[in-house]
């Protein structure tokens, strides 16, 4: 495989997830993060008004502005963005060098967060004010992939059909769908592009449509990956080979579950982080990984692996 076939990995199969763009004493980082996610080759990208404190639309928004590269973004509609965004990120400056110091601070403010949250509304009225006040934050003319963001199974979503295919036609919408942090099976369907969590391995899941997104390698496949390890020295030792000379398999979990997750699937994945030298690692290993003879042997090893022990579900 080429240096070039790599980059055509990892431009066509993985996605950003700009969940952890803020604003305010953040907002450098993040555009830096854009910025480094593009200078490796990251080519999709995919936000939500409440990201990011909702600041996400608009960070990235600024980092893609005057970048030569193409891009594809999606973006969600149904959760509203946080009333007092700056506000928010006021909070969270204050109580993140104290999160450490008082055991439960943190949680106890994403609590109070969470209850502030406004619930899902799929009112038509408001979904077309979502939708044009991403397209200003955005700074884009167009969106690749409007998604619903967390529908329910009693939630009316028939009369929304119109005003999407409306905005197709007029060449503002690409495709449009919903979307889920949970698995498929808690996804309300709408649309053309399912976007969920990847199937945890070893749980007997139908296959992935290919225009299917799915997102938690990290969060839930890496974590199976570390117990196969611990399990098996063999295994370990053949998953280090994957990687650069002296790397840690245990310290590269997440590269070798999007690794793991490009074998088993033909999706789009989507994968995060707010540190940019991390980004840059973990793409490094990923392209290592999948350069090497014995990548798909090892991937097969693997899932045999997680066949043979069962790997508990993730909540």
């Not at 053309?192 to 199937?199: A, F, G, K, S």
């Not at 280090?240 to 002296?246: E, K, N, Q, V």
Request: aromatic residues 6%; charged residues 20%.
């Amino acid at each position: 495989m080429t240096t070039d076939s790599h980059t055509d990995l990892i431009s066509q199969r993985l996605g950003f997830g700009c969940g952890r763009l803020k604003g305010g004493v953040e907002k450098a980082q993040a555009l830096r993060l854009v910025h480094a996610a593009l200078d490796l080759g990251i080519r999709h990208f995919d936000t939500a008004p409440p990201y990011g404190l909702g600041s996400s639309e608009s960070v990235l928004g600024e980092a893609l502005k005057g970048r030569p590269e193409p891009v594809t973004v999606f973006t969600k509609a149904g959760l509203a963005r946080p009333a007092s965004p700056g506000l928010m990120q006021t909070a969270r400056a204050i109580v993140k060098p104290l999160a450490h110091r008082i055991p439960g601070l943190r949680q106890a403010v994403l609590k109070g967060m969470a209850h502030r949250a406004a619930a899902a509304n799929f009112n038509p009225d408001f979904i077309a004010q979502s939708f044009e006040t991403s397209l200003r934050l955005l700074q884009r003319e167009r969106v690749d992939g409007l998604l619903l963001h967390e529908a329910h199974a009693h939630d009316t979503l028939a009369p929304l059909k119109p005003l999407f295919e409306r905005y197709v036609a007029q060449g503002r919408l690409g495709a449009y769908g919903s979307s889920t942090g949970d698995a498929r099976g808690r996804l309300v369907r709408f649309g053309t592009v399912l976007q969920y969590r990847c199937p945890v391995p070893g749980m007997d899941e139908a296959p992935p449509a290919p225009t299917d997104i799915l997102h938690g390698a990290f969060r839930f496949i890496a974590p199976a990956i570390a117990q196969q390890m611990a399990r098996d020295s063999q295994l370990k030792d053949q998953l280090a080979s994957l990687l650069p000379a002296g790397t840690d398999p245990a310290a590269a979990t997440g590269a070798l579950a999007l690794a793991y997750a490009l074998d088993q699937f033909h999706n789009r994945l989507l994968f995060s982080t707010n540190q940019p030298q991390r980004l840059a690692t973990t793409l490094q290993h990923v392209r290592h990984a999948t350069g090497s003879t014995e990548w798909r042997p090892a991937m097969q090893a693997l899932h045999a692996s997680f066949a043979q022990t069962g790997v508990p579900c993730a909540n």
